[in-house]
């Protein structure tokens, strides 16, 4: 079937954005309940939320030429993030010092989480630069892998298509 491989990726940003925009309404509901106003901080999370998807699709880019040659790849990336989520200051706040802070300062998807957590509660948003810098690096890498990816399927086909 001849189709743009592209496609792949625009239907799983597809699925990501759809279950978001429920977890929005769910959300919502959350903040009426706790009684917490909307601030003009809530359009600031929407970048942090943003830049945790264009993360996801890098990671998704990356590893999935590697995933149609070796299937372990899909195995070992569940197992690693699977560590890597408890390593994300997702419910825990991060830790100021020692080398959990190190770990949570190195982590690129800790500012990410953490400044659109802090908006969406309207606190300030913490360290803005470490989400500047992360941000950009995502978007660059997202371009790379896009490119790495193009190159790529085309061998990894022909591979596929010899066995």
């Given at each position: 079937?001849?189709?743009?491989?592209e496609?792949?990726f625009?239907a799983?940003?597809g699925e990501v954005?759809?279950?978001?925009?429920?977890?929005v309404?769910?959300?919502?509901?959350?903040?009426?309940v706790y009684k917490i106003?909307?601030s003009v901080?809530?359009v600031?999370?929407?970048?942090g939320?943003l830049a945790?998807?264009l993360?996801?699709?890098l990671?998704?880019?990356?590893?999935?030429?590697?995933n149609?040659?070796y299937k372990?790849?899909?195995y070992?990336?569940?197992t690693?993030?699977?560590?890597w989520?408890?390593?994300?200051p997702?419910?825990?706040?991060?830790a100021p010092?020692?080398?959990?802070?190190?770990?949570?300062k190195?982590n690129?998807?800790?500012?990410?989480?953490?400044?659109?957590?802090?908006?969406?509660?309207?606190?300030p948003?913490g360290?803005?630069?470490d989400?500047?810098?992360?941000s950009?690096c995502?978007?660059?890498?997202m371009?790379?892998g896009?490119v790495?990816?193009?190159?790529?399927?085309?061998h990894i086909?022909?591979?596929?298509g010899?066995q």
């Amino acid at each position: 079937i001849n189709f743009k491989r592209e496609a792949l990726f625009l239907a799983a940003l597809g699925e990501v954005v759809f279950n978001f925009l429920v977890r929005v309404v769910l959300l919502a509901l959350v903040l009426a309940v706790y009684k917490i106003p909307p601030s003009v901080n809530l359009v600031w999370a929407a970048f942090g939320v943003l830049a945790l998807i264009l993360f996801g699709m890098l990671v998704g880019m990356t590893f999935a030429p590697f995933n149609i040659v070796y299937k372990d790849i899909e195995y070992g990336l569940f197992t690693l993030l699977s560590v890597w989520f408890f390593m994300t200051p997702v419910v825990y706040s991060a830790a100021p010092l020692g080398m959990p802070a190190i770990i949570a300062k190195l982590n690129p998807v800790s500012p990410m989480f953490s400044a659109a957590r802090n908006w969406i509660l309207g606190l300030p948003a913490g360290p803005g630069e470490d989400l500047l810098i992360y941000s950009v690096c995502t978007v660059t890498l997202m371009f790379l892998g896009w490119v790495l990816f193009r190159l790529a399927i085309p061998h990894i086909i022909e591979r596929a298509g010899s066995q």
